[in-house]
Structure formats: structure tokens, C-alpha cells
């Protein structure tokens, strides 16, 4: 099958198809199917990148993680906060073995996911070096941390200024006990993680803020 797709003045028309595609779109333009899977394949969902250190008796090690979901919410109050959600399956610091250890420690079948929140008009305020609650669920247990805002000049898609928050967690505070390996080698109870809003998020947030 060949077809081809014609732009002229922003209308699109077919100029070849199979007799079964005519049939199937009964003669009309396909123009709009078209632009509708144009625009799906460009559209970006809102995310925050993700990445933790961590210490262990030998060395340090690196991970990273995407977000599963990233929406706003707003409370009783009329407050709006981004909410994020991280499956804790995805989470990898590119050794098998020290993944497998990771979610065990997460008990990921029974707590598949972590979450954290914020209030919208928090991360719009922040400035470098600012300070501000953020809410973190794991493993059925709720702490409020606190993260630090980085400005980092020049990085932003428009060539503006973007931001991105640090926060240590204790993995004691959740109930969590670091892993081991036959008792020897363990890891440090505290994990500093770094987060950063895509710029999908971003204009939610700003959005959320008004």
C-alpha cells in the first residue's frame, strides 16, 4: 500500500490509497486523523527526573527514576499541589543484583509505589538556596522533608534559568532497613535524591498557582 500525503494552504488530502482505506474513510479527508497523530507523537506528559546516591561500605552508587504519573490536586482549602508518582520497579541504578535488593527492601509487591507532593506555590517561589516542605509516602509510611531548591542558569528549553530540589532520605524514618550483602557490606541509611520538573509540569504547576 502507498499513500501520500499532499499540504497545501493547511489542507491535507490523500492523493493515494488502497480502494480498501477509500472505503474505510468513505471518501473524506483523512487530514484530521493525521494531524491527530502528529500532535499525539509530539506531546510530552508532565515528568520530574529523578536521581539518588547513595553510600554503601565499599563505594557510592547512583540511580535514577522517572515518574509514573505527575497531576495536580487541590485541597479542601483551594490550595493546589503537584503530586508525583514513582513505580518502584523502575527504579534502577544499572546493577541488577543491588536492584533486586532495592525492591526488596521496598517490599515492591506489596508497595509498588512512592509518592511525593508539594504545594504549587512553593515551587514557583523558590528561589537558590530556598527551602520548602515536601510530602514523601513509602512504603505506607508519610514524612515531610525538607528540599533545597538549585538554580541553575541557562538550562531552561527557552534559555532561562531552571530548578531542581534536593532532599536526604532516611530510610529508617520509613521503616525501611538498608540492605545488606552476608552482613558485611551495607548500605547508608540516608539516600540523597534530586528532583526535577520537565517543562510540561512546570506550566501545570504555574497553572496550579494562580
Do not use: Y
Request: glycine share 8%.
Amino acid at each position: 500500500m502507498v499513500m501520500v500525503i499532499s499540504v497545501d494552504g493547511g489542507v491535507m488530502e490523500s492523493c493515494t490509497m488502497t480502494s480498501k482505506l477509500r472505503r474505510l474513510f468513505n471518501g473524506q479527508s483523512i487530514a484530521p486523523l493525521f494531524v491527530l497523530l502528529t500532535a499525539s507523537a509530539a506531546w510530552a506528559a508532565p515528568g520530574v527526573s529523578i536521581r539518588f546516591h547513595g553510600e554503601s561500605t565499599l563505594h557510592g552508587f547512583d540511580g535514577h527514576a522517572e515518574t509514573a504519573d505527575v497531576h495536580m490536586e487541590e485541597t479542601p482549602e483551594g490550595v493546589g499541589r503537584i503530586v508525583a508518582t514513582v513505580s518502584v520497579p523502575t527504579m534502577t541504578t544499572d546493577h541488577a543484583a543491588r536492584d533486586r535488593r532495592m525492591a526488596a527492601m521496598f517490599d515492591a509487591a506489596t508497595f509498588p509505589i512512592l509518592t511525593g507532593s508539594a504545594t504549587a506555590a512553593d515551587l514557583v517561589a523558590a528561589t537558590d538556596g530556598s527551602t520548602m516542605p515536601l510530602d514523601v509516602v513509602i512504603a505506607g509510611h508519610t514524612n515531610t522533608l525538607t528540599a533545597t531548591c538549585r538554580v541553575i542558569p541557562g538550562e531552561a528549553a527557552d534559555g532561562g534559568a531552571s530548578r531542581e530540589w534536593s532532599f536526604p532520605v532516611s530510610l529508617r524514618a520509613f521503616g525501611l532497613k538498608a540492605p545488606s550483602v552476608i552482613g558485611l557490606i551495607r548500605v547508608s541509611d540516608t539516600v540523597e535524591v534530586t528532583a526535577r520538573l520537565n517543562a510540561e509540569a512546570w506550566n501545570m504547576v504555574n497553572e496550579g498557582a494562580r
